[in-house]
């Protein structure tokens, strides 16, 4: 018999990848057909190292938007998470939670959130990412209101411009027409509410006392207009991310709990972006004095080392839905996934042994302070932001501020997302109504790294301003 030894293939050159992503793997929220060997190619991520990334081609970058807002701890912690997960695998690869049946990683994490999570948020149902954690909400909140007699309220809330994820039913809490008309009536009966971006309003709003009252006196207003017993939740991010980093005004979380007491629905704090040390606290929403129902978490729940979602229950919810009786008709299959779960907690054991909470409270100050002085560029427009969360709205070259056709082509879809590129920075240039940029850094950052990123920006729209 003869034996033949292969040599290994090189590795295959970002060129090479594109043409083949170009032919065989379809992208999210990408026109795929603009790619191809006559079209755009595909930016290639071959690996990453603390808190930078390195393309295909070997050219480094930092993240400045932490893998999506997955990557909170950068990509320094492989060998410990490859450990926890080696670990996993040889006892147990998988086992669901289904009917009667759960495994020992799920149970140790459901606690550990229950721990972490602000007082009475003590039950979790696990799934995949975050728009399945919405969507579950959704269901729960439905499940609670029948089991409590009152089937009527079939009818969510959100907020305008908000961005909840991209299934059927969290599309429906998301206000965007571009992504929800192409799919038919929403799958959820939702009504959407003014949004706390003060940014373009009048004077009298900067007060947060006035600004929150006027906030809420909207979503009252839709309460009562729509019917109080037919509104089943509230849904809302504690920092709004779609806008640009948007935060509320002093009062406003209290504000929507007592609407929620008097009116009978539920409070559900989207937390999928600012949950696990983005705002500087294990939840963002005790930044801002929430005290919602639900609780939806996702991508940093594992630090982007694995796909994972959760919603936290709050228990006089779950007292109803444990009812005696009472089937709980929702789940997913790899909901709560050993090895998922061991990468979860293991990552919460870092964040708490590293102090990387404590890193966010240390700098963030300082981001926000770079930041802001961003607004002294003629391109900018606004900036706002909280802990390692932050964003700069664009003011174009029209006299109301918008983006002519022209400057958005060459500045916005151009220029400024090249130019950070150039300089070796991922951040988020939004290229919607209103032009953004935004950053979410790994929360492992430094002081040094921090500034980087601001030069770089500062940079790019001087640049910019410049050419206005």
């Known amino acids: ?87 996993q695998l040889r006892e147990l690869c998988f086992s669901p939670l289904w009917s009667a049946s759960a495994h020992p990683t799920a149970i140790q994490l459901a606690e550990r959130l229950a721990e972490l999570a602000p007082p009475g948020m003590g039950h979790t149902f696990f799934s995949g990412g975050g728009a399945e954690a919405v969507e579950t909400a959704w269901k729960i909140a439905r499940r609670y209101h029948v089991l409590r007699g009152e089937p009527a309220r079939t009818k969510a809330l959100s907020r305008r411009g908000a961005y909840h994820g991209l299934t059927l039913g969290a599309l429906s809490l998301t206000d965007d027409p571009a992504l929800t008309e192409p799919y038919g009536p929403p799958a959820i009966d939702t009504r959407f509410v003014a949004s706390t971006n003060r940014h373009g309003l009048s004077g009298e709003f900067a007060d947060d006392e006035l600004f929150t009252a006027h906030l809420l006196a909207d979503v009252e207003t839709t309460i009562l207009a729509e019917g109080p017993d037919t509104i089943a939740m509230l849904i809302a991010e504690p920092v709004q991310n779609r806008g640009g980093c948007i935060t509320p005004p002093a009062g406003y979380w209290t504000g929507l709990r007592a609407l929620a007491d008097r009116h009978g629905f539920l409070l559900v704090a989207d937390e999928v972006i600012t949950a696990f040390g983005r705002l500087g606290a294990w939840f963002g929403g005790e930044r801002y004095g929430a005290r919602p129902d639900l609780i939806t978490v996702a991508k940093g729940i594992t630090a982007g080392y694995a796909p994972m979602g959760a919603t936290l229950v709050g228990d006089r919810v779950a007292e109803v839905i444990n009812r005696p009786g009472a089937v ?63 964003a700069c709205e664009l003011a174009g070259d029209r006299a109301d501020g918008t983006f002519s056709d022209t400057a958005r082509a060459t500045l916005v879809a151009d220029l400024i997302p090249r130019r950070l590129r150039e300089a070796g920075l991922l951040a988020r240039v939004y290229n919607r109504a209103a032009p953004l940029v935004q950053i979410a850094p790994p929360l492992v950052a430094d002081r040094q790294l921090l500034d980087r990123v601001v030069d770089i920006i500062a940079t790019a729209l001087d640049e910019a301003s410049a050419r206005l």
């Open 328 to 390: 709980l008709n929702h789940g997913y299959t790899f909901a709560g996934h050993p090895l998922s779960a061991a990468i979860a907690l293991r990552g919460l054991e870092i964040v708490e042994r590293d102090g990387i909470l404590d890193n966010v409270l240390a700098l963030q100050d300082h981001l926000g302070e770079r930041m802001a002085a961003l607004a002294a560029l003629p391109i900018v427009a606004d900036v706002r932001g909280a802990g390692f969360f932050h």
């Open 1 to 87: 018999m003869t034996t033949s030894t292969r040599r290994p293939n090189p590795s295959p050159s970002a060129a090479d990848l594109s043409r083949t992503a170009s032919r065989h793997l379809l992208l999210n929220m990408t026109q795929n057909g603009s790619f191809g060997p006559d079209g755009d190619q595909v930016f290639v991520v071959r690996r990453g190292d603390g808190p930078y990334v390195h393309d295909a081609d070997g050219r480094r970058y930092i993240d400045g938007l932490s893998g999506m807002y997955c990557c909170q701890l950068g990509y320094g912690y492989a060998a410990e998470f490859a450990e926890a997960a080696d670990r």
